[in-house]
């Protein structure tokens, strides 16, 4: 293994610096093409009221980031002191609180733009950048519902005007949305894993790729099942596996992101399991990542990896449970399954999985003394080599915009340290190698490959 591991190590590096060298180069190209090109070669008008939202993907969920305006003129110039947002939050089932039903946007900085919010240096359009926070909720498109016919997240009815406060001009229909990382994705899959039964996904394909790819499987939380597969997207940041700085780890690769009708860790009687009986859904994911492989030729099914965070935690551990020797490496966060249920007989036919955890002391969810933390244990004394995990004190702001260390997410929401590939010690505190050279927690999963 030790062998395989080393190969592919090398091979991840040397794959990742050319794919990088790719990039800066189509980086340069684009540069240049900008400053030589005719910048409203593709530029077509909006409406005079008509306006382009722009909504990412962040560390707490989905926000509204930017709004792209059309011009009456071309310009050069803009002064986005000059504009005002406003916005309102509604949805036919989920209750949204009267402070956050509506209320007025900060604008934090415009300029002149394309249509699709890329800035020239005179252009028809204007880009307003509006400042976002997780504690901004006027600025999230997504509200939690608890009630049981819209449970989870969902979209809401995000309604926006914005006003030129000098010439009293308002924009205030919706023409486009752009959802960076999510319109790289397919979002039209479906398979039906029972008669009657389907499972909706998404499937990102790395682009121009001739040789085989590995395939990364990620797995939603309780809060992102339905029949939407943008809310796993967008619920915690999971399109992020397709971003540049991904892909680069693995020179390209696949991107699946299946999506429950309800929640991974639902019995036939439709309530939340830890293990202690089986869940309904096991095997028609199974039998759903099955088919995607099959219609997928250029998937390298010695470098199949699934990940997931609480319920999908849970299901990711389910799989390998199930099919220890199918998937080359698993890497879960905030881990749902609770130890007691796992015989030593599992845990000894997983001890050869290359598997690492993440999760944090203060998650009161899946709290770590009764899930990880004695499954980790477990699987080291049971002889496992290849199994690490990263234990944080607590969740906190990576971007540093909000408090660095000082600002804490809630304790369970431990995937955002996978998500941007921050976990890099094991259970010790001790640093992550291979090769004698410290790695983070992708960078681990993109070596590992079946033998």
């Avoid at 905030?334 to 598997?355: C, E, R």
């Amino acid at each position: 293994m030790q062998i395989f591991v080393n190969y592919y190590l090398n091979l991840s590096y040397i794959m990742r610096q050319n794919y990088i060298n790719k990039l800066f180069t189509a980086f340069l190209i684009s540069i240049i093409c900008l400053t030589f090109t005719n910048v409203f070669a593709t530029d077509k008008p909006l409406a005079n009221n008509e306006y382009t939202l722009v909504v990412e993907g962040f560390d707490w969920g989905p926000a509204a980031n930017k709004v792209i305006i059309g011009l009456d003129a071309p310009s050069t110039t803009i002064d986005y002191k000059d504009f005002t947002v406003s916005v309102e939050r509604s949805h036919a089932c989920a209750d949204v609180p009267a402070a956050q039903a509506k209320g007025n946007r900060s604008v934090v900085y415009a300029y002149v733009s394309d249509n699709q919010g890329k800035r020239v240096k005179e252009g028809s359009f204007v880009t307003l950048v509006l400042a976002v926070a997780p504690n901004m909720p006027l600025g999230s498109t997504f509200q939690y519902s608890q009630k049981p016919a819209c449970r989870g997240n969902q979209w809401v009815d995000y309604k926006v005007t914005i006003t030129d406060t000098k010439t009293n001009k308002v924009w205030n229909k919706e023409k486009n949305r752009i959802m960076p990382l999510i319109d790289d994705f397919d979002l039209t899959g479906k398979f039906e894993y029972e008669a009657g039964k389907t499972m909706s996904y998404a499937a990102f394909s790395p682009k121009n790729k001739t040789t085989k790819s590995p395939l990364i499987i990620w797995l939603h939380g309780g809060g992102e099942g339905g029949t939407d597969p943008t809310i796993p997207l967008l619920g915690n940041k999971a399109a992020n596996y397709a971003s540049a700085e991904m892909q680069a780890f693995f020179g390209g690769a696949f991107v699946l992101s299946p999506q429950c009708p309800g929640a991974w860790m639902h019995n036939k009687d439709g309530v939340i399991t830890h293990g202690k009986e089986d869940d309904v859904y096991n095997k028609g994911l199974m039998a759903l990542i099955k088919n995607y492989v099959k219609k997928n030729p250029n998937i390298d099914t010695k470098r199949i990896y699934v990940g997931g965070c609480s319920n999908g935690g849970y299901m990711a551990l389910k799989l390998i449970l199930n099919e220890p020797n199918y998937f080359a490496a698993v890497y879960i966060s905030a881990l749902a399954y609770q130890s007691q249920y796992i015989t030593d007989q599992q845990i000894n036919s997983i001890k050869n999985v290359p598997i690492w955890f993440v999760h944090s002391k203060d998650d009161g969810t899946t709290v770590p003394e009764n899930t990880v933390v004695p499954v980790y244990k477990r699987l080291k004394a049971a002889g496992a080599k290849n199994v690490y995990f990263t234990y944080y004190d607590h969740v906190t702001d990576l971007s540093g915009f909000f408090g660095g260390e000082n600002y804490y997410y809630n304790g369970h929401w431990s995937w955002i340290y996978s998500h941007v590939n921050h976990a890099k010690v094991d259970f010790d505190g001790s640093p992550v190698k291979l090769n004698n050279r410290p790695v983070t927690i992708i960078e681990w999963m993109a070596a590992q490959s079946k033998k």
